[in-house]
Every structure is written in structure tokens, then in C-alpha cells.
């Protein structure tokens, strides 16, 4: 396996590859729909929109970012067609806006999955807690729960991707079985006390309430993950169909699930009722209530365990993120290049995989030691700092294919979908950033006082900054290295899109390539 500067003469040197052909478009799916975690999402962040930002205009505003995120979508899936890279957000704006850019960019893509992982433990620790204690009369500390998502994650990234993609396969379709069967069974007998109103999607309820800026901010926040897809196309059978295809099922299907189940979750509460309940100190009641009425006694207590096993899809889903994100900067030679190594069986980026649970474990154990709260604290703090991070890196991701096809492949160049879709994305996402900033110290609640919250805008301002200082001293002082910067890509991925999947070597034979584009 080797990587090259191709017509510069540059030595080859090793490339470890992921696993070729190790997962299909339902697998990719699953894995990116797994990062945005629908039962979480939604039990989340709806009570939040609906109590205390846009009302019962929710499930408008998740309406309005579904469009949206189409629209920076179609620029995003433009660039997937062009590179493969388990980089992509990296890999993209290295190529898009030049390789100063890609390196802040590809810092704060890993501090923000990176972080993720460790969020997800705190909320997951936190349901298995409250659900162990309510339902069997065991109250175990949170960091027992905690210790075992965090092993069993890293048990199974060590293996083929496929394993987890199963995994993540049957936890999804659980989590979107029981919202989906609660939202229709209110569908089916007709609502509640206002029946089925048409409020609630009407899209100009989307910017009205109590504070429309933070109920948009938490539609937005409840897709986080969606954009993973493009990190599996390494891996993936026919990438150059499957990542496209993968991203706008996600981005679509995603979004019509959460007005579907939003809207009906407000009817099956009434509209005075769903903001009563957002607002009180049972907010998860606005689902666990229609649960209750509409189906039985039981679906509440099945709805519970599908919280726990549905952050723990979330949570590793976003340590395959991490874990690749790590993988394609180490491979490049930056951090340590052992971080670049995959497992000669697997195809796993296993050393990649290990540091990141030691990272998970050091954030997690910090937050316990502190004796902080896994839900108010761990979850929400951390979650915030990853949220900000990726936002501005999906901005800048945006422009990113503007300039990389202004630059590059001339009749690949369309008004549309490499001009004005990825503009219009990307003005989309400087709000959403904007949103964030203005509303950040509500999306906290409780946490909002601590040292850690004040610290979030200058850990992601220090990350980026500290990626450009990199960039320009590699240009300055190691110019080879600098030319590596988001180069590594797949080389034949247009040749697997084409070929049966016998005729594709399984890992040992494929070939990496580093280029100026691809």
C-alpha cells in the first residue's frame, strides 16, 4: 500500500488502508442516522423547542432545517463524488480552500468527535441510571454504566465495520419502531384534546415563540452526525454512489421523521399541553404521556430501555467517527503516524480506536472525579463544544466546494450544485452559528455557570488557531510536509464503483494515492 505525489517524482512511502467493501448504502445509512440518535434527538431536544424557544412551531422549524441541510447537502455530496477520503471534512477543505484552511479545519473536526463519544456516555449513563433504578430497584452509580459503554465501544471498533453497522442496524430500527409506532398510533385515533392540528408545520411557526433563535438552534443540533457518511467511503462497496446516495437518504429521511414525530407528539399532548409539560420538570413526559394513553403502560417502559440502547448506537457510532477522523491525520504523518496503522485482519483503524477510548476515558473519568452531573455537565458541556466545532467546520465546508470546483474539474461545474447550493449552505450555516453563539448559555441550563462552559469558545477558537500556526510553520519550515496536508485520497474508487465486488482486493492490494485533487 503506497501513497504518491503523482508527476512530482515525491518517493512512495506505506499507506495503510481501511477494509475495502466492508460496508453497503444500509450500513452507511445506519451509521450516519446512528450519530444523530433519533430517540435521542427528540426526547432531547423537542421539550427544549417546545418549552422554551419556537412552541409548538417546532416541528416547523425542523422543517425549515431539513431544507436547509438539502441544500448544503447537494454541495457536499458534489465533493463526495470527487474524493474519497476517511478525512472528508478535512480532505475536503484541504482541497477547497487550500491546505492552511484544511488543517484548522481537520483540528476541530477531531475535537469535536472526539468529544462526542464522551458526551454520549454522560446521557447514556444517565438513562441507564434513572431506568435501572425506576424499573428494577437497582441505583448503581453512573460511573459503572459509564465504564461499560466505554468498553463494549471499544471491544467492537476493534473489528470489521460491518460488525458495527449491525449492531448500530438493530438498536436504530428499535428506537425508530417505538417513535414511529407512538406517532401514529396518535395519527390513528386523532389526536388528543386539538386533534390533529396544522399548526405546528405551518413553516412561518418556525420563527415565532418564546425564543425562535433557540428552538432553530436545537432542530439543527438534533442532525449532528448526518455529515459522518463521507468518512465510510474508504470502506464502502461503490463510494462514488454510495456516500451521495447515503447522505441525502440521511439528511431527508431524517428530517421528515422529526416532523412526523414532533407534529404528532404535540397533537397526542394538545397544543397548551405540549408547552406545559416542555416546560415542567418531566419534560420527557411529552412522549412517555401519548405513549401511555395512545398505546399502553408498557410502550412507556420499552420506550425507557430504547433511550439507553439509542444513545449507546449514538455514542459509538461517534467513536467510528473519531477513530477515523485520528486515522486520517496520523496516516498523513501529523500527531503520530502510528495512529495511521490499521489492523492487518480487520481492516480497523485500531490504534486510532484505542486512543480515542483513552481520550473517552480521561474526559469521562475528569467529569466523575469532579463529581459533576453525567447529564447537566458531562453531556451537555461537552456536547455543546462538539457542536460548535462541527458547525464551523460544515460553514467552511460549504465554500470549500466552491472553490475546489472553480478550481478543478471545469465540466463538473454547475450553477447549482457547486455554486449556489453550496453558497446558499453556507450562509445557512453561518445562522445556525450564529444561533448557537446567541442562545449557548440556555442550550447549558444548569451548566451554564461553570468554568468549563465559559472555557468552550476559546478551547474551539485555541484548536483552530492552533491548526493554521501548524499549517504555516509546515509551510515555512517542512514544505513535504506541507503538501501532504489532506492529500491522502482513495485512488480506486472509481475503478470499485465499477468492478463486482470479487474482482476488488479486500484491503492488502488497494491502493492510496496523494494528489491535488482527485
Known amino acids: 500500500m503506497t501513497a504518491s505525489s503523482p508527476g512530482t517524482g515525491a518517493p512512495q512511502r506505506e499507506v495503510h488502508r481501511l477494509k475495502a467493501n466492508s460496508v453497503g448504502l444500509v450500513g452507511v445509512v445506519f451509521m450516519a442516522v446512528a450519530t444523530a440518535a433519533p430517540i435521542t434527538a427528540m426526547t432531547g431536544n423537542l421539550p427544549i423547542a417546545v418549552g422554551f424557544g419556537n412552541g409548538t412551531g417546532a416541528p416547523a422549524g425542523y422543517l425549515f432545517a431539513t431544507l436547509v441541510l438539502t441544500v448544503f447537502s447537494v454541495g457536499y455530496v458534489a465533493m463526495a463524488k470527487r474524493i474519497t477520503a476517511a478525512g472528508a471534512f478535512y480532505g475536503y477543505i484541504s482541497h477547497g480552500l487550500g491546505r492552511i484552511a484544511g488543517m484548522a479545519s481537520g483540528m476541530l473536526a477531531v475535537l ?61 430500527l428499535a428506537e425508530i419502531a417505538v417513535l414511529f409506532a407512538v406517532a401514529t398510533a396518535v395519527l390513528l385515533n386523532g389526536g388528543g384534546p386539538d386533534g390533529i392540528p396544522v399548526e405546528p408545520i405551518n413553516p412561518k411557526n418556525a420563527f415565532t415563540g418564546a425564543s425562535a433563535g433557540l428552538g432553530l438552534f436545537f432542530a439543527f443540533w438534533s442532525w449532528v452526525g448526518f455529515e459522518s457518511t463521507a468518512m465510510y467511503g474508504e470502506e464502502s462497496r461503490n463510494p462514488k454512489k454510495v456516500i451521495p446516495r447515503a447522505t441525502l437518504i440521511s439528511v431527508i429521511g431524517v428530517g421528515i421523521f422529526y416532523i412526523y414525530v414532533s407534529w404528532m407528539t404535540i397533537a397526542g399532548n394538545g397544543l397548551s399541553g405540549s408547552v406545559k409539560i416542555s416546560s415542567s420538570a418531566s419534560p420527557l413526559d411529552l412522549f412517555f404521556a401519548p405513549a401511555n394513553s395512545f398505546i399502553g403502560g408498557w410502550a412507556v417502559d420499552t420506550f425507557q430501555w430504547l433511550l439507553i440502547t439509542g444513545s449507546f448506537a449514538c455514542g459509538m457510532a461517534f467513536h467510528q467517527c473519531a477513530s477515523r477522523y485520528l486515522y486520517a491525520i496520523g496516516r498523513e504523518g501529523f500527531l503520530h503516524p502510528a495512529l495511521g496503522r490499521t489492523h492487518a485482519k480487520h481492516g480497523s483503524p485500531y490504534i486510532a480506536s484505542y486512543v480515542q477510548s483513552a481520550i473517552a476515558v480521561v474526559l469521562v473519568g475528569a467529569f466523575w472525579l469532579t463529581d459533576q452531573d453525567p447529564y447537566i455537565h458531562l453531556y451537555t458541556l461537552l456536547a455543546i463544544l462538539g457542536t460548535m466545532a462541527i458547525l ?105 464503483e465499477d468492478a463486482p465486488e470479487s474482482a476488488v482486493p479486500a484491503q492488502a492490494d488497494a491502493a492510496v494515492r496523494t494528489a491535488d485533487h482527485s
Not at 459509564?146 to 438498536?171: C, E, R, S
Request: hydrophobic letters at 55%.
Open 392 to 496: 464551523i467546520v460544515q460553514t467552511l465546508c460549504s465554500f470549500a466546494v466552491i472553490g475546489y470546483f472553480r478550481k478543478n474539474h471545469p465540466e463538473d461545474r454547475h450553477w447549482f450544485k457547486t455554486f449556489t447550493a453550496p453558497l446558499l449552505g453556507g450562509i445557512g450555516m453561518i445562522a445556525v452559528v450564529v444561533l448557537l453563539v446567541i442562545n449557548m448559555e440556555t442550550a447549558a441550563g444548569l451548566a451554564a455557570d461553570s468554568v468549563f462552559f465559559k472555557a468552550i469558545p476559546w478551547v474551539v477558537g485555541l484548536v483552530f488557531f492552533g491548526g493554521l500556526g501548524l499549517a504555516l510553520f509546515l509551510k515555512a519550515k517542512r514544505p513535504d510536509k506541507y503538501e501532504i496536508i489532506g492529500r491522502i485520497v482513495l485512488e480506486e474508487a472509481q475503478e470499485r
Open 112 to 172: 469535536a468527535y472526539v468529544v462526542f463519544e464522551a458526551s454520549i456516555v454522560g446521557v447514556f449513563s444517565y438513562f441507564t441510571k434513572t431506568t435501572v433504578a425506576d424499573q428494577l430497584g437497582w441505583d448503581l452509580p453512573w460511573i459503572l454504566y459509564a465504564a461499560v459503554m466505554l468498553a463494549v465501544t471499544g471491544i467492537l471498533a476493534h473489528f470489521d465495520i460491518n460488525l458495527t453497522a449491525k449492531a448500530l442496524g438493530v438498536m436504530l
